[in-house]
């Protein structure tokens, strides 16, 4: 509570110097809501404490229990009025900003929905029917657990020095998507029990055109696990201790510990890349079953 005391102080002081008082702010803890009140009275700033649906870096905070959450209650919203076209979906889709990646297996179904209006060359403005019509609505249908979907604000659960930490990221692949998750496992350094989180999810549309197998997808996968593990790697500044990656494809793991240069272009130019972003030791397997990457 004092660090954080000191923190605003020093803020309100470097943005005076500068000519640009603080006009709002946000915080979840009424104590420091009342000093940040009484350091800045003169200024007559906004102070928003303890609300249910405020922002953090532009992703919806409810600050009463300290998670976050994407709000899709607007497209939600336009997208059940209509109309039901192409035009319309892709201009609702722009507008949810899901930067960890927190609706992954929701947003997925209105990007499946995209290519399939895409490979049957739908007009902008033509209104959608039968399957396609379904579709939409079940994906529609399908936003309104997003809020329901929360994760706790602070990243770790326990200092540095009171926990070793683990990144464990999962890859799957349908033939209409594939994607990855990545959680952090804290294991503390006493008798407290270990503490996982999600951290970050990406979901990417399975290619129109070329020939691609279940297999060559799970590879697709792999990678952006691989990815995805070493950008949270790269971003954590107290370090993480192990990475741990997971297929429950066989043949991918089969690759990945065999040469490059014994496989087609396609498999041996991801397999290069990701031994050059990872460890190939890294990797292990999943049951589909157990897989929360399972698409």
């Known amino acids: 509570m004092d660090e954080a005391k000191r923190k605003v102080e020093s803020l309100i002081q470097v943005f005076k110097e500068g000519g640009f008082p603080l006009g709002k ?69 722009s507008q949810i900003y899901d930067p960890p990646g927190l609706l992954a297996c929701v947003s997925i179904n209105f990007k499946t929905l995209t290519r399939v209006l895409w490979a049957k060359k739908f007009d ?75 951290l970050m999810a990406k979901a990417r549309v399975g290619p129109l055109k070329g020939r691609w197998t279940i297999h060559r997808l799970e590879l697709m996968a792999a990678l952006i696990a691989a990815k995805l593990a070493r950008r949270i790697s790269e971003n954590i500044v107290e370090g993480v201790s192990k990475v741990y990656l997971y297929s429950d494809n066989s043949s991918v793991l089969g690759w990945l510990r065999d040469s490059p240069e014994r496989w087609k272009p396609f498999v041996a130019n991801r397999n290069r890349e990701i031994r050059s972003i990872t460890h190939l030791s890294s990797f292990s397997y999943v049951r589909s079953e157990d897989n929360p990457a399972d698409f």
Not at 33 to 51: G, M, S, V, W, Y
Not at 162 to 181: I, K, P, Q, W
Request: a negative charge; charged letters at 25%.
């Open 25 to 93: 702010w946000k915080t979840n803890v009424p104590e420091i809501a009342d000093f940040i009140r009484r350091a800045t009275k003169d200024d007559n700033p906004e102070i928003l404490c303890q609300q249910t649906n405020s922002e953090f870096l532009g992703v919806s905070w409810n600050q009463v229990s300290d998670t976050l959450f994407i709000d899709t209650s607007e497209v939600e919203g336009f997208l059940s009025k209509g109309p039901h076209t192409k035009r319309n979906l892709l201009r609702n889709l």
């Open 124 to 198: 902008w403005d033509t209104r959608l029917e039968g399957e396609v019509l379904t579709d939409y609505l079940s994906a529609v249908e399908k936003l309104s657990v997003a809020p329901l979907i929360q994760i706790s604000r602070p990243m770790f659960g326990f200092e540095p020095s009171r926990a070793s930490r683990e990144l464990h990221v999962f890859a799957d692949s349908s033939l209409r998507a594939y994607g990855a998750v990545a959680y952090l496992k804290e294991i503390p350094t006493d008798s407290s029990p270990a503490l996982v989180s999600f």
